[in-house]
């Protein structure tokens, strides 16, 4: 019942986010510059945003079919719609003037601002259906609604998200019921084609600008960091009230007197100084579990549990393995479950069939959960790739790390957490207390790595240094005479994606480098053997197909080094380049 009231609370407050609080006028803009307010208009929008929010959701969770739809392309769409009607608000007699044979697009425009118009009911839809995907990622609430219950119980899950539109489309009405008064008392400010229309047409078109240049969330960034309006930590109590009520409801063997026996702290002073665990949160595949849910409470009392935030084309991700094969061996019988939460960074990563080739490649036997929504990963709120969170038998997080490195510390938190759930279980039971040295492991010294990670796609390609950046479509690329350092270039006739460059001919690429090893993130629907060069001393051929993670070189030494990358034949696709 208290997420029920948590998830009511939180569409509320969700109005007074700064992620929000910039596209609030294209809601109550939209309902109060007709020349009489219209409330059918008013309460279409946010019906149509309300049920967008909860198909977009279901969308996602239930489809493969936008699995290779970029995160951003969502924000072009919200912000073209957006933009759009701002035109016709500006400019209310612009597609009079388009001739008859203009193409059926211009047509189907034409139609559309006419009916907008003349207060259509289609405008009003498609303006709210336009903001679901914006708003229904603006609360923390929104990932952690679902948390436990979705993956669960569906009717549940659907009744906490419907309780959380609902929240948020009551607040929409009465902020815009207040517009509507101050309209009336200013009078005939609203003519449709009068200064007041075209300023909301412009603040239309401006919102829909932020929206696709990500300035929105520049701005949401800013207020937070000036703690302005920081609705998300009201938010964040009343979830953590609701875990704690849950902890409460645990078996009372965790309340024992014991705890203080063996120096480990009582269960009221671990509530003062740890966070309780987010569960897993709208799941999108599950591995190595027999194709059954795994969730992290249900080890609550029983368990301690690693969660491992990875993604399989990380180097950095793949150089802790080792360490996690080696834990799950050695403490699975003493009461350790590590989960691996798969959160991708490139559309291919979402694909569960790769995943799995990619665990099977690694020999990973303990569980691995995808969470293709960044759901979980923001329950948490994660940034980096790897990350691990300990969550001792009580369910808290009592301890995390955020890249390699501190294998120690780690092995020794885990061996406390599960000295500690021993005690509380009354087990008499010796957990070991030596430091594993797994095989296979390939030491860093990150000091000496000097170049970042490039990327390819157009979306984060800022370190091109032959073309133009940022830029969509197709470019012809040319080798200049002097190669800066930590630059890419490239050769030949590429095309853009957003993750993604793809050579249509005999291309290459040339990048000077400060590290010892040299991987690429490629891949290839037909195949291509590429030839790879160090310092012009042939290394070796590498034959790219499948979406993964390549070595191009494997230095003795760190240094400063040329790779050139000679690309035979069209239709390699590559992502990135990172460094070790």
């Known amino acids: 019942m208290l997420l029920l009231v948590t998830s009511f609370v939180a569409g509320i407050l969700t109005i007074l986010a700064p992620c929000i609080l910039p596209l609030l006028p294209v809601i109550v803009g939209h309902s109060i510059t007709d020349a009489t307010p219209s409330r059918r208009r008013l309460f279409v929008v946010v019906l149509s945003l309300g049920i967008s929010i909860v198909l977009f959701t279901l969308l996602l969770k239930a489809s493969t079919l936008l699995i290779d739809i970029p995160e951003d392309f969502w924000k072009w769409i919200s912000g073209g719609i957006i933009f759009f009607f701002g035109l016709t608000m500006l400019f209310p007699n612009i597609w009079e003037g388009f001739s008859l044979a203009n193409t059926l697009n211009l047509k ?18 498609i303006i709210g259906a336009s903001l679901g995907p914006i708003f229904s990622a603006c609360s923390p609430t929104y990932f952690v609604i679902l948390a436990t219950v979705l993956p669960v119980s569906f009717f549940l899950g659907i009744v906490y998200l419907f309780s959380y539109v609902l929240g948020l489309s009551l607040a929409l009405i009465v902020i815009a019921l207040i517009g509507e008064r101050i309209m009336i008392k200013i009078g005939r400010v609203s003519d449709p084609r009068g200064w007041f229309k075209k300023i909301f047409g412009i603040v239309f078109i401006l919102v829909a600008i932020a929206i696709i ?8 960034i800013s207020l937070l960091d ?18 704690e009520k849950d902890a409460n409801e645990n078996t009372e063997v965790a309340e024992k007197p014991s705890i203080k026996e063996n120096n480990f702290i009582s269960l009221e002073e671990k509530k003062k100084k740890f966070t309780l665990a987010p569960d897993i949160s709208t799941p999108d595949g599950f591995i190595n579990t027999n194709n059954l849910p ?140 030596n430091i594993s040295s797994p095989e296979n492991v390939v030491s860093v010294d990150s000091s000496k790595v000097r170049s970042l990670e490039i990327y390819f796609g157009w979306g984060r390609n800022e370190f091109l240094g032959n073309g133009v950046a940022s830029a969509t479509g197709e470019q012809v690329f040319t080798l200049p005479k002097s190669i800066l350092p930590n630059k890419l270039y490239l050769e030949g006739i590429w095309v853009f994606n957003y993750e993604y460059a793809e050579n249509k001919n005999t291309a290459s690429i040339v990048f000077n480098y400060e590290a010892k090893n040299v991987y690429m993130a490629a891949g290839s629907s037909e195949g291509v053997e590429i030839e790879i060069y160090k310092d012009d001393v042939f290394v070796k051929k590498i034959t790219i197909k499948n979406e993964m993670l390549y070595s191009m070189i494997e230095g003795s030494d760190y240094g400063k080094h040329e790779l050139h990358i000679v690309i035979p034949k069209a239709r390699l696709q590559v992502f990135t380049f990172t460094f070790g």
């Open 213 to 220: 240049s990500g300035y929105d969330k520049k701005l949401q």
């Open 108 to 125: 189907s425009n034409k139609v559309l601002a006419t009916g907008y118009q003349k207060n259509s009911i289609w405008g009003d839809v």
């Open 294 to 433: 795994i969730t992290i409470s249900e080890f609550k009392g029983k368990k301690v549990v690693l969660l491992d935030i990875w993604t399989y084309s990380c180097i950095n991700c793949q150089r802790t393995i080792p360490y996690l094969k080696e834990w799950h061996k050695k403490y699975e019988g003493e009461g350790l479950v590590i989960i691996g939460l798969h959160t991708p960074e490139f559309s291919f990563e979402k694909v569960q069939k790769n995943v799995e080739k990619a665990a099977k490649d690694f020999g990973i036997k303990y569980p691995v959960v995808l969470d293709n929504d960044f759901s979980t990963w923001n329950a948490y709120k994660n940034r980096y790739w790897p990350r691990k969170y300990l969550i001792d038998v009580d369910g808290y997080i009592v301890y995390d790390h955020a890249g390699e490195g501190q294998y120690k510390e780690t092995e020794v938190a885990i061996q406390k957490a599960l000295m500690e759930r021993a005690d509380r279980l009354n087990m008499d039971m010796e957990v070991s207390s």
């Open 226 to 243: 000036a703690g302005f309006l920081d609705v998300t930590k009201i938010e964040q109590k009343l979830l953590d009230k609701n875990e």
